[in-house]
């Protein structure tokens, strides 16, 4: 059985430099608060308020390093919130997405494109998706046994590459549709 | 193959005749705003605003019509933000779930227990069950076909009763996770 621990996404961004300047302070640097699970990956205590036509959501954590580009990765609960007409997407996948307002305790930045509800993932080093027979790219089914709502995601991609390791990332629309709570292990089928 | 319609269940409640009074004002009546598909059940027009220990939701709408038990069905998106632990439960099973304050034009009302989230379900009329094969109380899955989201639901009960019709009702977080938007079709597996 091909088993994978599932992590929830809560809303978050990742920043470019500029932006971070801008909304921080220049000079400013992302504090590392908590390694993730995926290695170099860390949240921080920095947190912005994003703005959308229909309302804004405060305190939304950066996660870390920098970035090439900036991102919003919102539920589509969240999303519906603020008006915002987010398509899920890969990261990194961001054209033609919507932008926003984002404020900083030292400045604003209005991104032209950049939020997103994040496509289901599974992130496999090397060496384990050879272990699972899957490649990079591949779409699986994983399911999830909850007590009350178990659920099998479709539509989930598998990213492999060596700056990674198994686990899989769902945001907290989809957690709670499979009424996850603790420690949520998938599997992956097929 | 079986399908149904999937109607998606926002945050609303159901109240007592006694509650309604509370909060409404002696002999209010719930308006009919619009029918809605199960026979006899209808949207209105009255709001109120739920408070938990960690946050409150305004105009959360009552559907119609008075019931024997105030009901509070919120997505555990909006419970978590309530700071209230909300079971997954089917409607009218509310031993040992939270209460919370309510709050209408004219009065407040303070549950010991009520709010729930739904319990994922399909209502099919005795001539659909039949049609399907499908006894009251069983549990199916159902898949839902969406661009980006296609997920199956497990752990759905099915409701078999002479004022019911053939629909399929999720909450806010499962059609989010399903990515479903639209007019949106499952399909009964087994």
């Known amino acids: 059985m091909k088993k994978v621990l599932v992590s929830v996404s809560a809303r978050h961004l990742h920043v470019t430099a500029a932006d971070l300047a801008a909304l921080f302070g220049e000079g400013f640097e992302l504090s590392n608060k908590k390694d993730l ?11 912005v308020t994003v703005v959308g036509p229909k309302g804004e959501i405060a ?6 390093p920098v970035r090439p580009a900036t991102q919003v990765e919102l539920s ?9 007409a987010a398509p ?3 990261s ?25 509800a994040a496509k289901r993932h599974v992130h496999l ?13 591949q ?3 994983v399911k999830i046994t909850t007590a009350d709502r178990t659920t099998t995601f479709g539509d989930v991609v598998v990213r492999v590459d060596k700056n990674y390791t198994a686990e899989m990332h769902v945001d907290t629309d989809e957690a709670n549709a499979a009424g996850c709570s603790g420690e949520v292990w998938g599997e992956i089928l097929g």
């Open 37 to 47: 699970i995926q290695p170099g990956q860390f949240a921080t205590n920095e947190r």
């Open 59 to 64: 305190g939304v954590s950066i996660l870390g």
């Open 76 to 84: 589509l609960t969240d999303a519906r919130k603020l008006g915002l």
């Open 88 to 90: 899920v997407r890969e």
């Open 92 to 116: 990194g996948m961001l054209a033609g997405s919507p932008g926003c307002k984002l404020i900083g305790p030292v400045g604003e930045v209005e991104i032209t494109e950049g939020v997103i």
């Open 125 to 137: 080093s090397p060496a384990q998706g050879a272990e699972f027979g899957l490649k990079d790219r």
């Open 139 to 141: 779409v699986v089914e």
